[in-house]
């Protein structure tokens, strides 16, 4: 037996007077004073954590589960303890592998009002986040569709000799029913195709079309005979849609007045049913009547020669109105642009300030590649294509 035992027991019984040694009592913290109570008691009232309200919660959650324990059961019902020990007892028979559970998959029994205590509980992200499943096995499989549809486009292109450059490019058409179908054409139209005889577009039909269809401005190169005329006038024509009363929406230049009323009469042929006005300029002082300022302005669609159209241009003021034209189409020219007196260069800058537009778009097509027509189409025509069939 030790000191401290031993004293313990010669004391017991012995009892301290506080109130006569109340000063020695509070010396040695046997009587605490009254600060210090009062101290004790404003700290105990601060819950900086919330330790108290989070045991208070613990508290009533015990309590309920206390509560429910003690339901009477209905009939047949079986306790939650022996079902638990019944799939305990199930899962032991199984085998080993499917008995042990991931850390992953384990379900997490969490407290009402605890989740925003800094703990976040996968299983209740995952029950809030609806989180996609991965798409890459579908990337993939896209990608490889996009390059072998391309690879039969490039294909397609090899075979029939159509050489293009530029970006964003449409894709070719291969009959006129798909590009019926593709792009809405007219049905008028379609039909006026089919009467003329043409049952497959040639290779510069097959490019141009959906090229112009889309809006974008084109640098076309063909031999003579290829189909180059129905190769913008399909495009106008869809373009323009129905007649109306604003004036002169396209224009087609040509060199030569044979080479323009061959033209005028495949736009007439391809237009007929639909009731658009296609003029050409036969003599300049009467053109100035017809297409002036004064005039009604119903027309559609002007085919002539460029200098014809200077002429009227020139006039003081102009005899023709270009402002609301949305297509200009020069044909063969690599003609237009050979040295010369009879150079083109000047006159075609005069007609395109005349296009004022803000929507007018250009075609050119010619039938040989021409390397000033090359330089001149890129340093003038935006977001240019350029289309060649056979050998450049």
């Not at 003329?196 to 290779?203: C, Y």
Request: some cysteine; proline content about 5%.
């Amino acid at each position: 037996m030790d000191a401290h035992e031993l004293f313990r027991k010669l004391g017991a019984g012995a009892k301290f007077d506080v109130r006569r040694f109340r000063r020695d009592a509070e010396r040695f913290g046997v009587l605490r004073t009254k600060e210090a109570t009062e101290t004790s008691e404003i700290l105990g009232s601060l819950d900086f954590f919330g330790k108290k309200r989070k045991e208070n919660e613990l508290h009533e959650a015990q309590t309920k589960t206390l509560e429910l324990s003690n339901l009477p059961l209905e009939e047949g019902a079986v306790p939650q303890k022996t079902q638990a020990a019944k799939k305990r007892k199930g899962d032991g028979q199984s085998t080993k592998g499917r008995g042990k559970k991931k850390k992953g998959q384990e379900t997490v029994a969490v407290i009402p009002g605890t989740e925003n205590d800094g703990i976040l509980w996968m299983s209740t992200l995952e029950a809030k986040l609806d989180i996609p499943k991965s798409k890459g096995k579908k990337e993939p499989k896209t990608k490889k569709l996009k390059q072998v549809r391309q690879e039969k486009i490039n294909h397609f292109r090899n075979k029939h000799k159509i050489y293009i450059q530029g970006t964003d490019l449409p894709d070719p058409i291969a009959s006129f029913e798909e590009l019926g179908r593709e792009y809405k054409i007219h049905s008028k139209i379609m039909q006026n195709i089919e009467a003329a005889g043409f049952q497959i577009p040639t290779p510069i039909q097959m490019q141009a079309i959906p090229i112009m269809l889309h809006g974008r401005e084109l640098l076309a190169c063909a031999p003579t005979g290829s189909g180059k005329t129905l190769a913008f006038s399909i495009p106008i024509l869809t373009h323009l849609k129905q007649p109306m009363n604003k004036g002169f929406r396209a224009l087609v230049l040509s060199p030569t007045r044979e080479l323009a009323s061959q033209t005028h009469r495949e736009l007439l042929k391809l237009s007929e049913g639909i009731g658009f006005r296609i003029h050409l300029i036969h003599k300049a002082a009467e053109t100035a009547k017809k297409f002036g300022p004064k005039s009604s302005q119903k027309f559609d669609i002007l085919v002539t020669t460029p200098n014809r159209l200077i002429y009227l241009l020139k006039q003081d003021p102009p005899a023709i109105d270009l402002t609301r034209v949305e297509w200009l189409v020069v044909d063969e020219s690599d003609k237009l642009f050979e040295d010369g007196k009879t150079g083109f260069r000047d006159q075609l800058a005069t007609i395109f300030l005349a296009c004022s537009s803000h929507v007018v778009k250009r075609a050119m097509f010619s039938a040989t590649f021409a390397h000033d027509v090359e330089q001149w189409c890129k340093l003038n025509l935006d977001n240019i294509i350029s289309v060649s069939i056979g050998a450049r």
